[in-house]
């Protein structure tokens, strides 16, 4: 490729060739995915709280047993449900109660991911 600066021809590299690969680490689509997919997650103030409840709780919680978060019971649920949408928790609907748990392991991808960054 050639351009014109003051009169003169020069000739430019290639994009292909001036371009080197950057030394950092990369990330495929898929795992991007994944990934944001749980950060958007527990982006949530009030569904980090639920989480950080369930994922410290020895047993499952019922959903009537979670503490004042600062929204309604409807809102609860839905923040509930994106947590088991993401695959965090998961739920078992017995009678009028739903009871939540988090998910074994559910964290491990993330916490090796952000382990990654900082070695």
């Known amino acids: 490729m050639t351009a ?44 980090l709280r639920l989480f950080v409840r369930l994922a410290t709780s020895p047993d499952e919680v019922c959903v009537c047993d979670f503490p004042d978060v600062g929204v309604s019971q409807p809102t609860v649920s839905h923040h509930l449900k994106k947590l088991r949408e993401a695959g965090l928790v998961e739920s078992e609907r017995r009678g009028t109660w739903v009871y939540y748990r988090s998910v074994d392991g559910a964290l491990d991808r993330l916490g090796s991911f952000i382990g990654d960054l900082t070695a």
Not at 8 to 27: H, N, V
Not at 34 to 44: F, N, P, T, Y
């Open 4 to 47: 014109t600066t003051a009169g003169k021809r020069i000739s430019l590299p290639l994009a292909d060739e001036a371009c080197a690969t950057t030394p950092g680490r990369a990330l495929g689509a898929e795992d991007a995915e994944h990934l944001a997919g749980l950060l958007k997650a527990l982006a949530d103030p009030v569904r």
